[in-house]
């Protein structure tokens, strides 16, 4: 089991930056396979903003690019994800998700509580 607590949600405006926090418990963040953050705005799907795999590749959703940045501190068991240059498009929840392998073909996933971003124009 793998229990996330995500971090560093606020209001901010148009230009501005946040940095989100998960932090990681039940298991080290060196062996879960991938870790990404997630967001859902309004009457939308959730959709991928960011992931970090274990052996450091990550990938970006095309809205993000360049703009964001996820990152991981081993010592601390945390990934963050440090977002600049912020647009009212960018408001949502984000969550924070985590996948472990349940099989060959399966993987679990644990999610956060999420945390409210909010970019004001």
């Known amino acids: 089991q793998v229990q996330l607590v995500e971090s560093g949600g606020g209001l901010v405006q148009a230009g501005g930056s946040l940095r989100l926090s998960c932090a990681a418990s039940?298991?080290?963040?060196?062996?879960?396979?991938?870790m990404g953050w997630y967001r859902q705005a309004p009457g939308r799907q959730r959709e991928l903003v960011a992931s970090?795999?274990?052996?450091?590749?990550?990938n970006y959703a095309d809205s993000v690019k360049v703009r964001f940045t996820i990152s991981r501190d081993n010592a601390k068991n945390t990934v963050f994800l440090q977002m600049n240059g912020l647009k009212p498009e960018d408001t949502a929840i984000y969550y924070c998700?985590?996948?472990?392998?349940?099989?060959?073909?399966?993987?679990?996933?644990?999610w956060g509580q999420g945390t409210q971003v909010t970019v004001s124009s």
């Open positions: 039940g298991r080290s963040i060196e062996r879960i396979n991938s």
């Open positions: 998700n985590a996948q472990t392998p349940a099989g060959v073909y399966s993987v679990n996933n644990y």
């Open positions: 970090l795999a274990n052996n450091g590749g990550t």
